[in-house]
């Protein structure tokens, strides 16, 4: 793999900086929850939710846009449909699971155990 797509790589699994602060508030908000399914979609708009160690969601799903009243209209009509997401992953809280959990959970949650980009 190249260093170009290391960095990539890299960027997908990170939360960008006006995401923190809502991973920050779910968590707060969701006590069993040991990460965050972070969700992008083609319009600009995230769904976030808190999962727990067994694969389960941990809070409702919160569906948002930057510098925004409201999510787009796309989003309204079809809540986010799976075939407009661009990019899935799980913020983990520290302490993180172990690997085999996260990878375990990422499968449940995800459908793969490892994030995507489309």
Known sequence: MTKKK???????LELEMREQ?????ILEGSPDGV???VVRLDCGCRKMAAVTKEGEPA?????????????????K??????????EQFIHWQDPQPDQ?????ISQKVL???TPTTH
């Open 35 to 37: 990460g965050v399914v």
């Open 111 to 113: 459908g793969t155990a």
């Open 77 to 86: 009509d079809d809540q986010g449909a799976f075939i407009r997401v661009i």
């Open 100 to 104: 085999a959990l996260q990878e375990m």
């Open 21 to 25: 602060a809502m991973v920050e508030g």
């Open 6 to 12: 290391d960095k990539k790589k890299k960027k997908e």
């Open 59 to 75: 809070s409702k799903v919160i569906m948002y846009r930057d510098h925004a009243e409201s999510i787009c209209d796309k989003c």
